[in-house]
Every structure is written in structure tokens, then in C-alpha cells.
């Protein structure tokens, strides 16, 4: 199953715990890390990668929970466990307590329910539109054609920016997952993406700065305004924060919506149970947050030396918690390893757990629940394109389906 090594692979005391040398960024066949995340979990609660540096992997849903709920334990300046000291600093996601917060605070009114409420007319056009366009063309590749643009686009015009800048975007992000998910061979482009995305608000800050007051609606020069414990932001606060959120704006929807939408194209109960019954919607939505959970795994550094779940962890340590695995755990969940589209209690980890929470949730689930009802609207029903064999995205980082191609009937 796994691919073992001696205990003495490593050079300190593991207790008895399973090796393995295992690198989670290569692409497979769509689908398949999660068998292998379900493999491990029921193989182990534990284990110890060699790769790189070595680092502990925490397989269910108990472990992985309380490695988000203590973050003065588990620290956030690393969240990749075979980088442990990343060439990027996010603003706020690697900020641990309390200085989190003060960030959170922030930016939160950018993606509270509130917001993304009135904005919801705006982005129900916009998604619209999108699929008015796709319709007559009887077939599309998703992923490009509209998992990527709706989200980026919806994104951007919540925090003021041209939609039509996406352009530039999407291929900074991509370079940058390539190497953020653990390939060695995407460091450079990676570390270019960054200083692409960097430069653009540089020019964008410096645009903006002076003006007496911030334009509504435009979060760049919101931060311009902004105070961090009675202090203005810095450039270098500023920059973090603006890149963080297009890395985790412009990818992680786009993820789903194509997992979700594979899910529909091969259960036609399914698409008809939410045109027969749009209210199911929500709950579709949240399964499909649990179910096909696009974080293969999540990392943080060990700050004190502690017994944890079975494993002596020193301060230093990197440990990854193997939030796929957790989120289909049949010790915290009923019918764990089925889509089960009106599940009522639903407590999963999609969006990260704790102080850490995802700061776009709330976004990124109206922009799920709007596609898959705008979809449905106008293409109740398509089917993946015969003989296609669909590959994802390695799950070092977060896993997505590099295309998607849809058919369906015409309309006019």
C-alpha cells in the first residue's frame, strides 16, 4: 500500500510509527487521491514521510481537527510540510495568534455574509452570462471555460479590480501552484508568479496612493487606509495580504466547480434532484466541500516538544494533516465513504478549521450555488466527453482537474 522504508530510514525514534517515502505532488488520474488518502487513513492514524526533510502525516479526523484548533502548538509560518522555511510569507494565512486577528479583522468585512449578499446580483449576472454564452455550443472544456472564468471574475470585481485583468492572473496562479504543491521543478516559475503578482500591486498601491479617501469598493486602496494595532499597514503587509487572496480567490473555487460538476455529469439522480428541488442546493454544495475536499493535506510547524495523537513531535517538526482522508473518516461521519446530497449534519474541513478558517468561505460557497443553479437553468443535463481520461492536479498542494469536457444538446 504504502511505500514503506525501515524504521532506520530516519535518523531519531519514531515508537513503533509506519515509514514511508512518499511525494504527494505528482498528477494522477482524477480521483485518485483520494483512494489514496482513504488508504492511508484506514491503513494507519500515523505515519512518518521521508520525503524531503521527513515530516509526520496525521490520517483522521480527530487529529487533523485538533492540529487546526491549536495553533499556539501548531504554527502557520510553514504550510507545506516538505518546506519549512517557504520563500513567501502570507498575510494573514502564515500569522499566528494573536497578531491573526488584528489581520482578520481587516478583511473580513471584504467577505462577510453581508458583503457577498450584495454582491450576489452582481455575480448572479455575471454567471449568467457565462453560461448564456456556453449553451448553444453544445459542449465545452469546463475548467477553461467556465470554472476558471466565473470565480476569477467574481473575485476581482469583489475587490475592485477590472474582471478583464484575469487574463493576467490565471497563469500566475497556475505557475505558482506547480510549485507550491512539492515539484522541485516548479520552484522557479513559482517564485516568478509570486514576483509577477507582486509587481502588479506595487503598480496598483502606488496608483492609489495619496488619494484622501479609499474608492469604494476597491480593497487595494481600503489597505492603504487601514490600521494595524493603531499604525498604517506597511507596503510589505499590504503586498502579502493582496497576493494571498488572488492565490486563494482564483483557485479554489475553480477546484470545486470542476469536481462538483464531474460529479453531476455522471449521476443524472443527482442534476434532477436539484432542478426537481433547488433548495437541496446548499447541502449538494457542502458534500461536495466534504466529499471531493480539494486540500489533500494541510501543513504547520511543531512549536514546543509534545506528545500528540501517538506521536512525540519536536519543536521544528513539520506535520501534515491529511485533511482529505479526515473529511471521509467513517469514525466522525455516517455513510462517510457516499455523496450523500441532503446530508443534514455536515462538520467537514473543506474550508480549514480554526482561527485559520478560510477567509473566503462564504464567497466561494454563494459562487458554487450560483453556478450549479445557473447551470442547471439552461443545461440540466450533459455528460463527460466519451474517451476522455481526466487527470488532476498533484495533491501536494490543492488538488483540481486540469480540464473537463462537457457535452451536452445544443440550445438555441
Known sequence: M???????????????????HR??????????????????RESSPLYFNTFAQGYWVFTRYDAVRDMYKNPDLFSSASITPWEPDPI????????????????RRILNPWFAPRA??????????LCRRLVEDVAPTGGCDFVTGFALRFPTEAFLSMIGIDPADADIFVPWVEDFFAGFGGDPDGVAAMAAALAGIREYWVAALEERRGEPEPRAGDLAAH????????RPLTDAEMLDMLTVLVLAGLDTTRAELGYMFRHLAAHPEHRRALVDDPELIPSAVEEVLRYYTIIFGDGRKVTRDVEFHGASLRKGDMVYGLVSGANRDPRAYERADEFVIDRKRNHHMGFANG???CLGAHLARREMQLAVREWLRLIP??????????????GGAMMTLTHLPLVWEATR
Open 2 to 20: 504504502t511505500d514503506t522504508l525501515p524504521p532506520a530510514a530516519v535518523d531519531r525514534e519514531l515508537g513503533g510509527c509506519p515509514v514511508m
Open 23 to 40: 511525494d504527494f505532488s505528482r498528477a494522477q488520474a482524477a480521483g485518485c487521491h483520494w483512494e489514496q488518502a482513504d488508504e492511508l
Open 88 to 103: 513567501y510569507r502570507f498575510v494573514p494565512t502564515q500569522v499566528d495568534p494573536p497578531d491573526h486577528i488584528q489581520y
Open 116 to 125: 457577498v449578499d450584495g454582491a450576489e446580483p452582481r455575480l448572479r449576472d
Open 223 to 230: 489597505l492603504l487606509h487601514a490600521t494595524y494595532d493603531g
Open 355 to 357: 482561527p485559520h478558517r
Open 381 to 394: 443535463d450533459f455528460d463527460v466527453a466519451a474517451g476522455e481520461a481526466l487527470v488532476e492536479r498533484g
